[in-house]
């Protein structure tokens, strides 16, 4: 049998740490969540390996990042205990359930509505309570407005609909195209000002923010 726990631990120190991960509530999360609930179940044994795992069969195809670019992206976003966080490319509800060890509150955003729902039930099976999942885009989430935004995925731009739910000095952390290469920004909103930087490269597949399905809430 599968010993995850162990498995956990190896990706913590093996993976985050190693990589420059060292914020501890955000260790503690990931060392505590059930990865391999989160993925197919053919790759439960893989669930902890130091790479992407592709999700359902939606075209585009939808994934789970890797664990030491997730981890360095959610560090980057510098998470506090008062924050409400919009998650974007929720998947199968894996960064959602750690963000949620965190933050305040957690909106899961996916846009594929099978996913979306297996996300749902993952957080109610890990007893979650402060978070949500929404099938849908950013047009799902309309009169709603968060201190936080991740973006799982690799964007090919600024992504303007997304930073229009943010509060005034919110800010949203999403890995942005700069000539090919893939480099984590924070952005910050100040009154109608945005402003950015650039802090890591990472390789990420792309996610697609034009998909529209029906939206429901999980």
Do not use: C
């Not at 995850?4 to 060292?22: C, E, I, Y």
């Not at 799902?140 to 000095?169: I, M, R, Y």
């Amino acid at each position: 049998m599968t010993d995850f726990g162990r498995l956990r631990a190896v990706m913590v120190d093996n993976q985050l740490r190693t990589s420059g991960v060292t914020e501890w509530a955000l260790l503690a999360q990931m060392a505590s969540i059930p990865r391999e609930i989160f993925v197919p179940a053919d790759r439960q044994a893989l669930a902890y390996i130091d790479d992407i795992h592709w999700l359902g069969s939606a075209q585009p195809p939808r994934f789970m990042m890797a664990p030491a670019p997730l981890a360095k992206l959610l560090q980057l976003a510098d998470i506090s205990e008062t924050d409400a966080v919009l998650d974007v490319g929720a998947g199968t509800g894996y960064a959602t359930a750690v963000i949620a060890g965190i933050a305040a509150s957690v909106v899961g955003l996916e846009a594929d509505a099978t996913l979306a729902a297996t996300a749902g039930s993952n957080l109610t099976a890990l007893g979650v309570t402060n978070a949500r999942v929404v099938a849908g885009g950013a047009s799902a989430l309309s009169g709603q407005s968060f201190d936080l935004v991740v973006v799982e995925g690799t964007l090919d731009e600024k992504p303007d609909a997304l930073l229009a739910l943010l509060k005034d000095g919110g800010r949203l952390v999403a890995l942005v195209r700069d000539g090919g290469v893939a480099i984590a920004n924070v952005f910050v909103k100040t009154g109608t000002t945005v402003t950015a930087r650039g802090e890591f490269n990472a390789t990420v597949p792309s996610l697609d923010l034009t998909r529209q399905p029906e939206q429901f809430v999980f």
